[in-house]
């Protein structure tokens, strides 16, 4: 079975970075894309970051110019570099790819725990 752990969370002070890391476990055949979304207390859900089989990316407004998201197929994981950071970045951060495990078979979204990210002011 496919799993993703996230690590690289904590707390920062205003304006300090932190690397987020994306373990990915089981058998893939094809990855449509990886991504990061977060969840703020009392907030819904939003998309941070993808980046697509062909390395192209895309970032939510309220991160653009700050944060970075990469992959690296060789070790099977995804990153999210998070520079300048703001309190209003302190979420719980989860790891998703949208994939598929055989050839012809059914694509799935497959989500990590998530990571605690706490940025004080």
């Known amino acids: 079975q496919v799993q993703l752990v996230e690590s690289g969370g904590g707390l920062v002070q205003a304006g300090g970075s932190l690397r987020l890391s994306c373990a990915r476990s089981g058998s893939i055949f094809s990855i449509n894309t990886m991504g990061w979304y977060r969840q703020a207390p009392g907030k819904q859900r939003e998309l941070v970051a993808v980046i697509t089989s062909a390395r192209n990316t895309n970032y939510a407004d309220s991160v653009k110019g700050r944060f970075t998201i990469s992959r690296d197929n060789a070790k099977n994981t995804v990153h999210l570099q998070m520079n300048n950071l703001k309190p209003e970045d302190t979420a719980v951060y989860y790891c998703?790819?949208?994939?598929?495990?055989?050839?012809?078979?059914?694509?799935?979204?497959?989500w990590g725990q998530g990571t605690q990210v706490t940025v004080s002011s």
């Open positions: 998703n790819i949208f994939a598929r495990t055989v050839v012809g078979g059914p694509w799935s979204d497959y």
